[in-house]
């Protein structure tokens, strides 16, 4: 399916009708496998998060955390708990992101939920709770990290083939933290990917009005 | 803090340096509570849920599922099962969409993802994993889901405080859906909110380098 045929049919999503940013976030974007050789600056990553922090989440609790991996040392240690089909991806990409979350995120609520005083008390006792907001609420965030990234003219490959129990051995004994995906992130090498882009279902297979 | 305070740290975020969209979608962007009186054409719902569909998932998995919610019948019967603080938004607002996970997901997986052609067998024995993948990448997709809805305009209320095995029973029997969460969409009534804006953990708080 061409590009164009995808950004005639979304030109409705910006009040502006500018299609460029739908392009480069969803419509035109693909998974990215392949990237130039360029370093991603910290303060790029950092600027992505100043703007996607400000998305909601339950609570307002964003539990999302990240490792930011770059040394040759640092990524053979996560490359030993990937797929091995995913392996000479985290070896090669410019950097690659741990997307972990933080199951003690209570902690913060004092801070981030000042309308919701008692918030962090009540979690405080019920680790099983906190471990399934943790885990929805940060999945939530990497959506708005993924669009963020993408925002920026960055690719991204997402991958879950992974061992997240070992990753979190590895990386995060002795914190709340935990591994939920991990992101290779650079400047695509063209289109970033060979595969052609799979198909998606339509509205109507996805929604029903009740 | 002021928007404009927001919109200065994160100028870097586009590469055209356009920052309206950034501040559409995140750092003006405030969870909506209030909402004017208007029809949000079921068109509109389409174009944005045409775009964000493209989002990346786990093996194109794609299992985000949505009820639309628009009679009083409907609202009233979802109402019930939404806490008591939830109660009247969801009797408010010009459309509210139930986020559901769709654990049969696997059946479409030969159309979704022609280049793993046996991963739709090997996920029919194992509805555990199936559950736990339909409701991580539903979360993920209910992120781009957020941005597409603010990114044409409109509002976007999210709850969690619901009963989802209640609206499971009230609207989902026979079907592979779990509920995840509610939004409540339209245009919002000024800010939409009266609540102050509640800060956000810094990029120095939520990430470390390995």
Known sequence: MATTDLIDETSTLLPSDDTALAD???????????????TVPEDL?????????????ANNSTPL??????SREARERLAAHVAEFNRERVLAAPVT??????????????????????????????????ERMARENAWLQ??????????????VGPMTGIDA?????????????????????????GEGTDRPRAPRLSWDE????V
Chains 1, 2 share one sequence.
């Open 97 to 130: 992101l741990v997307v972990a979350a933080d199951t003690d995120f209570h902690l913060h609520l004092p801070t981030l939920a000042p309308h919701a005083p008692t918030a962090g008390d009540r979690l405080a006792g019920v680790p099983e709770v906190r």
């Open 65 to 70: 955390r990240l490792l930011v991996v770059r």
């Open 165 to 189: 129990d070992g990753v979190d051995a590895e990386f995060l004994t002795g914190t709340g933290w935990r591994t939920l995906s991990v992101l290779n992130v650079g400047w695509p090498d």
């Open 206 to 209: 996805v929604a029903r009005e």
């Open 142 to 155: 990497t959506g708005y990290l993924v669009v963020g990234l993408r925002a920026a003219g960055l690719g």
């Open 45 to 57: 990553l950092r600027a992505v998060h100043d703007t996607v922090r400000w998305g909601p989440t």
């Open 24 to 38: 480069l976030v969803f419509t035109g974007a693909r998974t990215v496998s392949r990237f130039v050789d360029d």
